[in-house]
């Protein structure tokens, strides 16, 4: 099972990015998928999660209004829209998958198999 997160990059404050987490080896129709982030010098943070049949999605409080995670189950890909980009969402984003929860959950231990991670850098 592998998860494989993209479209990281640079973007000046204020613009957009989508990232993406395809999943291979299984089908992720009945596990809620998460994104995380690690920022410089900081621990891994919960950023936005979604249920197993996108019915449901939950989002840290920093980013409401600005990202949106959803989910393509034919494609077994995850995808968080990030607009109005800050510097200080500046971070290694990482993608999530857990069956023990068909609701999206911010508890990483839950989560059994991540990404490799994928670098977003805001300039200001």
């Known amino acids: 099972v592998q998860l494989q997160a993209s479209g990281g990059g640079l973007v000046q404050a204020g613009g957009s990015l989508r990232l993406s987490c395809a999943a291979s080896?299984?089908?992720?129709?009945?596990?809620?998928m998460g994104w995380f982030r690690r920022a410089p010098g900081k621990d891994r943070e919960f950023v936005a999660g979604i249920s197993y049949n996108g019915g449901r999605s939950l989002y840290e409080d920093s980013v409401k209004g600005r990202f949106t995670i959803s989910g393509d189950n034919a494609k077994n890909t995850v995808y968080l829209q990030m607009n109005s980009l800050k510097p200080e969402d500046t971070a290694v984003y990482y993608c999530g998958a857990t069956s023990v929860s068909v609701l999206p959950t911010v508890t990483q231990t839950l989560y059994a198999y991540w990404g490799q991670g994928t670098l977003v850098t805001v300039s200001s």
């Open positions: 080896g299984r089908t992720f129709s009945n596990y809620a």
